[in-house]
């Protein structure tokens, strides 16, 4: 029997009081790879924000119980610090900020909670470089500011340099593959393959069925509406690439 | 405001305790004057002042700057302190003290149009000359550091740095206020030369804690000379910078840069005047303001192209960020052109930092205070990297961050 990682339960939440989530139930295990499908607006964003804590989303019912800790009151760093790391769909850019010292920063913040001493400069480096091949980051992007000038691939490769560096326990891909080509689509999943161990767990948001041929799931569930409505294997997405969602939302009226 | 004369400047002999409109100093700064506008001097005009210096600093390391090297000229209200000072001989440099006896207080001095000028001036109790020989290049910089450490007390300081043709300086000022007086008051004139084909780079910080700090500064400058200030005001009640920036000779280069972080009440406040006079010069100004809990910034930065100064180049630029919803920013960017071949720009902006940015930053683990942190150095990175001092640097930013 794997063990437990994250588990929603009954999760409501609002934006602007809208209705965004409306009673999300989701169970995943170390050692999984689960993808969220659905149609534009179902929730699929709001799903990781709202797991990454960001406070634009109010939580209004329910729980999310990570590593036996209920987080949904918890800050982004804290959940962060705990092994939460969130993929962005579109990586914001901060002029001025070396992605460099970014990353120090990030590592050393975790550290200081753990409290363990700051990373040496040399580890650092040689993680730095190590972490970067996973995704053939461009040495000279490491030392530009976060994202800015970035090209879109160059962004989404950054988002899983990120996650290689912060080794999370749950990482929430929200449409990495949105704006990628064929061949940085292959280098990203790739890397986030590498990372895939038997401690950790992955979340993969995407409208498409594309990148499931490269980072293969486990379940497949869809979400419509603010529910999941269905849930599979990794052949519910192929069912879905044909069909479309159209058929799943009468089933569920039924 | 009142100033109990204990120094018996020569002007003022007769009085121990003065009331300074007997002097003719012209009136004190009004808001309703468009220069002194956005500047409240309410609390400095409420201080009763002396001018009784004594020494109080025992080491410079006590008031938190990093160690000094080469020469140090150190002011401690308003009085050469030989003891903090590192007087080394450099062959080309000539560097006179005037102070008491042999400033001669010629009451012309008074006719200028400015307050704190004829209050400088009627007060001066240490007077720097700094000249450097013709075609010396001096890479070291040479400090001079003028700490208030007194209640109370008023320094009226000046510092005169000529640079002859073909010569390079590079200068760093320290303006301090000791963390344990309040209420003092550095008043400090600058005056520059630049001859032709010089070079000068000031790198001036202020941090002044509970103290008052103003500075007057005029630059005149001969062709191809070059000319290069960066002002990073971390603390202080208030901070006034006045640059008067007269630029004479032709294929000249001015360039105006600044940081200034208010916090509790602070006001801090640049005024520059960049005065193009003859043509083909270039002149560029970049000051950033980062302003939190109640802090009050402005920037009035005025570019005058004078008629027959065809094909100037001057490009004038306030940033400025809000951290919160009590924090003001006075920016004024101000153009006036009389010639008609000329590119000139300036701009202004004020904002908040993104959400989303913060967000993107509290994900990976950084806390609010040291992701805000770090966008504020974001922001200013681009100014602070005008120095090339990298220990300097990091504690000025440290300063400025109030970290």
């Not at chain 1, 139930?25 to 960001?54: D, F, Q, R, Y």
């Not at chain 2, 510092?159 to 000022?173: A, G, T, V, W």
């Not at chain 2, 009440?265 to 980062?290: L, P, R």
């Amino acid at each position: 029997m794997s063990e437990l990682l994250i588990e929603i339960k009954d999760l409501e939440c609002n934006i602007d009081n809208q209705k965004i989530l409306q009673g999300l139930n989701l169970k995943i295990n170390k050692g999984e790879v689960h993808a969220i499908m659905g149609p534009n607006g179902s929730g699929k964003s709001t799903l990781s924000s709202v797991l990454a804590g960001n406070d634009n989303y109010e939580v209004t019912n329910g729980s999310i119980n990570f590593l036996g800790e209920e987080i949904s009151e918890m800050s982004p760093e804290e959940r962060s610090w705990k092994g939460m790391f969130l993929a962005f769909q579109y990586p914001v850019e901060i002029p001025g900020v070396s992605n460099i010292n970014f990353l120090r920063t990030a590592l050393n913040e975790r550290n200081k909670y753990f409290g363990i001493d700051s990373i040496p400069a040399k580890d650092f480096l040689k993680m730095v470089a190590e972490k970067s091949e996973l995704v053939g980051l461009n040495n000279k992007l490491k030392n530009r500011s976060v994202n800015e000038g970035f090209s879109g691939g160059e962004k989404k490769r950054n988002e899983i340099f990120q996650m290689a560096m912060l080794d999370p326990k749950l990482s929430i891909l929200d449409e990495t593959d949105s704006g990628l080509d064929i061949d940085a689509l292959k280098i990203v999943a790739n890397g986030v393959n590498k990372l895939k161990s038997s401690e950790n767990a992955t979340v993969v948001i995407t409208h498409y069925q594309r990148l499931l041929d490269y980072i293969v799931p486990d379940f497949v569930h869809v979400l419509h509406e603010g529910k999941i409505i269905k849930s599979g294997d990794k052949s519910l997405a192929l069912e879905l690439e044909k069909k479309g969602y159209d058929w799943l939302k009468t089933d569920e009226n039924i | 405001m009142i100033i109990k004369d204990l120094n018996h400047n020569s002007l003022l002999k007769e009085n121990s305790k003065l009331d300074l409109e007997a002097l003719n100093l012209g009136s004190f700064p009004k808001r309703k004057e468009e220069r002194w506008k956005y500047t409240p001097l309410r609390s400095l005009k409420k201080i009763n002042f002396h001018n009784q210096f004594n020494f109080k600093i025992e080491h410079l390391n006590s008031l938190g700057i990093p160690k000094i090297e080469g020469l140090v000229i150190v002011l401690e209200n308003g009085k050469f302190n030989s003891s903090l000072s590192n007087i080394i001989d450099l062959m080309d440099i000539e560097l006179l003290f005037l102070n008491d006896g042999n400033i001669v207080n010629n009451s012309q001095e008074l006719s200028h149009k400015d307050y704190f000028t004829n209050l400088n001036f009627s007060f001066l109790t240490e007077k720097v000359v700094l000249k450097i020989k013709p075609n010396v290049n001096i890479n070291e910089p040479i400090n001079f550091v003028n700490i208030i450490s007194d209640d109370n007390c008023i320094s009226n300081t000046q510092f005169n740095i000529d640079i002859y043709e073909n010569s390079k300086l590079h200068i760093r000022q320290y303006f301090l206020g000791s963390s344990n007086s309040k209420d003092g008051f550095i008043n400090h004139r600058n005056q520059v030369s630049l001859k032709s084909q010089s070079s000068l780079t000031i790198d001036k910080f202020q941090d002044l804690n509970q103290n008052f700090n103003f500075c007057n500064e005029f630059i005149d400058q001969e062709q191809e000379s070059k000319f290069i200030m960066n002002t990073f005001s971390a603390s202080g009640i208030i901070l006034r910078n006045d640059v008067f920036n007269n630029v004479n000779g032709k294929n000249c280069h001015s360039e105006l840069n600044g940081v200034f972080a208010p916090i509790e009440k602070q006001h801090f406040d640049n005024h520059t005047t960049i005065n193009h006079f003859v043509a083909d010069c270039k002149s560029f100004e970049n000051y950033k303001g980062v302003i939190k809990e109640s802090g009050v910034g402005v920037f009035n930065g005025k570019v005058i192209v004078h008629q027959d100064a065809q094909k100037i180049e001057a490009f004038q630029k306030n940033n400025n960020i809000l951290l919160d919803d009590e924090s003001k920013i006075y920016s004024k960017p101000e153009l006036e052109i009389y010639a008609d071949d000329v590119r000139c720009s300036h701009g202004s902006t004020t904002g908040r930092f993104d959400e989303e940015a913060l967000f993107y930053l509290r994900s990976r683990g950084i806390s609010v205070k040291k992701s805000l942190e770090l966008m504020t150095l974001g922001f200013i990175n681009e100014v602070i990297e005008k120095s090339n001092d990298s220990a300097y640097k990091e504690f000025v930013l440290k300063r400025l961050l109030k970290d």
